[in-house]
């Protein structure tokens, strides 16, 4: 291997949009600090400090574990460039920065830049070649001219606007012709490029792009007024205009012609619709104070002048909806400028912008709530989410502008967590669902309905997505929080949560609590370590250690002596089921085949080790011996995450992954199955089944998080507790006496971007 650099040069490096410290082991994207840290990071390290050349597998082996750790090296390896990979949006088939030399290791292949500007080029590359870094201005937002008869006392005011506005329309005109002629074909040969941040700006949401995709239109969740509200700020750049204060507002959508932004305000539970100006107001009076000064008007005839202008372009205002009071936040303005959608009692309704007429569109039935409306390009069709009770999947339909039948587009199996958007040419739906369990982008064409596909470009958690028709951009809101552990003891009189463990993950995977058989330990998964593992700690969280390196593992579960923990961890192959001792030593696997095996759990005697398998057309319980063997199908009607009751008679499950899915049991011997009405967990990881009954978190009295217990006894279920936030996961002590569970820490939202997206 060739000579490192030397210790004089800096530990401060850039590539790409990315720049590194050596030393202390921070990333940034764009000035954002990402979440790299542990092998993956010390990979990267490794191969900045080799540009171009080969790093071999057993340097990296050597750099990552001692010569006495007891893991499977190559899977380690493996798992640790493949969530480097995920960091920098790099792929393995079209590498740009983390090349595979097969069967020898990984060279970096990207150009690295140093403080000074100096380039050092990767292997095989043209050291002459220049970088450039191109400065975008800010973006020049349009104001409207001045309306009505002119009066000779405003002639000079008057030619002035109209000949700033002819020069300016002409520019305009001319930068959007050169755009349009020289990107129409770039765009047919691009593909999305990686997600990053679409401004430096904290906790972001709603992203709603302006007309010509050049301005975001967002809500600001700040520490006061000043920085609290609906803003709008160009793509790219940190200067924000305010145009609300209110921390109870939300949704911005612009008019089709990009001069007005209408956004939603809840006060004492009741909505209403606002209309700003999107430039914030008071530009005009300054250009015309300027004008005045400039023509030298009279100040008795400027002040005139200037009351005239800003009556003009005042239009901060209320929209009228008359009696029929909006219910929600999400609106939609029509491509024609002339209403704008809201949901209101018992269906859709669209007000005038310039009158006060309110029609009716849709009469939702009884019980379900409508919501989320979304006009098509051409404004003929309004697309909307129907929500049922629980239990009954989101569905998205469609109705004409002017009412009429309404047509079911899709049924949803998770929950729809955003209003669903149009794709560009119309032909397909972006939305947000929880199907999987947390909030992720999928698409669905119009065509093939019952065909979903993963919007890869925006990762997960991701929600509110909104296109632009120009510039084929996707934007869309990312939470990035870290989870904790809390417990609560349900015999105590004062039934307050605890911090049990805090920060165990950056992401929304983890944490899986769950208290070993005689309660002393926690079993749990973190991404501390760089990659998401399992760790063993005491029962209150101290003396914590690392139990797998495996490079991904999840839901962990203890055999019934205490002495090993079953997981299940991403391979090359698909998803494994393996168990570890305690002590240490390396995994065993036990479904060595090519098939996805997640949720591992164990029988009561030890003996057998259930699990979720797709091995059919869906998900359904098996079992393999502890020591390895042939997978048994347990389920056949669907089945997910399995827990045997703790006198060995049954097996309970999730009846599939989804969001508040149906608890059914079998005997453990076979059988009928059949389901537990009174259960209903919020996922298919919150519940557990205790000595007398079955622990479950589940969305009720408003939605909120409450902790009930269904009792095996007389076959009913009790409300013990509400909890702040509905968690993925709940363990239990087996007598059911302490829950932990997991809730956020701190939290940031963060709007992001996807370029080329089409």
């Not at 047509?407 to 794709?423: C, D, L, M, T």
């Amino acid at each position: 291997m060739g000579s490192e650099w030397t210790n004089s040069r800096s530990d401060r490096l850039r590539f790409g949009p990315y720049e590194v410290d050596l030393h202390t082991h921070e990333l940034w994207k764009f000035g954002m600090r990402l979440k790299l840290v542990g092998q993956p990071f010390s990979i990267l390290a490794m191969l900045l400090r080799h540009p171009g050349e080969l790093v071999t597998r057993e340097e990296l082996r050597n750099c990552l574990w001692p010569s006495d750790t007891f893991v499977d090296f190559n899977h380690g390896v493996n798992a640790a460039v493949n969530k480097l990979r995920e960091t920098l949006t790099d792929s393995a088939e079209n590498p740009r920065y983390i090349e595979t030399l097969p069967r020898r290791g990984y060279r970096f292949i990207g150009r690295v830049e140093l403080p000074e500007s100096k380039l050092v080029p990767a292997e095989g590359t043209d050291s002459s070649a220049a970088v450039k870094t191109t400065t975008v201005p800010l973006a020049l937002f349009a104001t409207a001219a001045l309306a009505g008869d002119s009066s000779p006392n405003q002639g000079a005011l008057s030619r002035y606007f109209f000949g700033a506005g002819v020069l300016f329309t002409t520019l305009l005109g001319v930068a959007l012709l050169i755009h349009s002629s020289s990107g129409a074909t770039a765009h047919d040969r691009l593909l999305p490029e990686p997600t990053h941040a679409l401004f430096n700006i904290a906790n972001t949401s709603s992203p709603a792009f302006s007309p010509d995709g050049d301005a975001v239109a967002f809500f600001r969740d700040g520490s006061n007024t000043t920085n609290t509200g609906i803003f709008v700020a160009p793509v790219g750049s940190d200067q924000m205009i305010q145009l609300s204060s209110g921390d109870d507002d939300c949704c911005p959508v612009w008019s089709p012609d990009g001069r007005w932004v209408a956004y939603s305000h809840v006060h004492n539970h009741q909505y209403s619709i606002h209309i700003v100006r999107a430039d914030g107001g008071g530009e005009e009076e300054r250009k015309a104070e300027k004008a005045l000064a400039a023509q030298w008007v009279s100040p008795e005839i400027g002040k005139q002048v200037l009351t005239q202008v800003k009556s003009a372009f005042s239009g901060d205002r209320t929209l009228d909806t008359g009696s029929f009071a909006p219910r929600r936040g999400e609106i939609d303005w029509s491509p024609d400028g002339q209403g704008i959608a809201f949901s209101g009692p018992d269906g859709l309704y669209l007000a005038s912008v310039e009158n006060r007429s309110v029609r009716r569109l849709t009469e939702s039935p009884a019980g379900v709530e409508e919501w989320g409306p979304a006009f098509s390009a051409d404004g003929n069709t309004l697309m909307f989410v129907r929500s049922h009770p629980i239990g009954t999947p989101d569905e998205v339909w469609t109705v004409s502008r002017g009412g009429g039948e309404e047509h079911r587009i899709f049924s949803e199996r998770g929950k729809i967590a955003s209003p669903p958007q149009w794709s560009l040419d119309d032909k397909s739906i972006i939305f947000s669902s929880n199907r999987t369990g947390h909030p992720v982008l999928w698409r669905v064409s119009l065509d093939a309905p019952d065909v979903v596909v993963q919007v890869a470009e925006a990762g997960s958690p991701a929600w509110d997505p909104a296109l632009s028709r120009r510039g084929y951009r996707l934007a869309f809101e990312r939470l990035m929080r870290s989870l904790s552990i809390w417990q609560l003891d349900l015999t105590s009189k004062d039934q307050r949560p605890a911090l049990l463990v805090s920060s165990t993950s950056d992401t929304d995977q983890g944490p899986g609590p769950q208290f070993s058989p005689n309660g002393t330990k926690l079993a749990y998964m973190s991404d501390r370590s760089g990659t998401m593992e399992i760790w063993i700690s005491n029962r209150d969280g101290s003396d914590p250690y690392q139990l797998s390196a495996v490079g991904g593992a999840g839901t962990p579960r203890w055999s019934p002596d205490g002495q090993f923990v079953a997981f299940d961890t991403i391979t090359q192959q698909g998803s494994k089921i393996v168990t570890m001792n305690i002590r240490g030593g390396s995994p065993r696997t036990l479904t060595p085949d090519a098939f996805n095996d997640v949720c591992p759990s164990w029988s009561r005697d030890g003996r057998w080790v259930y699990f979720a398998s797709y091995r059919n057309s869906a998900f359904q319980v098996w079992k393999v011996l502890a020591g390895g063997g042939t997978p048994i199908q347990v389920t056949r009607q669907g089945g997910h995450a399995a827990l045997e009751s703790l006198d060995g008679k049954f097996v309970y499950y999730a009846r599939n992954q989804f969001a508040e899915p149906e608890i059914w049991r079998v005997p453990v011997g076979g059988g009928d199955e059949k389901p537990i009405p009174l259960v209903r967990p919020g996922t298919w990881a919150s519940w557990q089944v205790v000595k007398n009954g079955i622990l479950f978190v589940g969305p009720a009295l408003g939605h909120q998080a409450v902790l009930s217990l269904y009792d095996f006894a007389d076959d009913h279920t009790t409300e013990i507790t509400v909890l702040d936030r509905t968690p993925f996961w709940l363990g239990a002590t087996e007598d059911g006496h302490v829950v932990a569970f997991d809730q956020p820490g701190h939290e940031q939202s963060q709007a992001m971007l996807v370029e080329n997206f089409r």
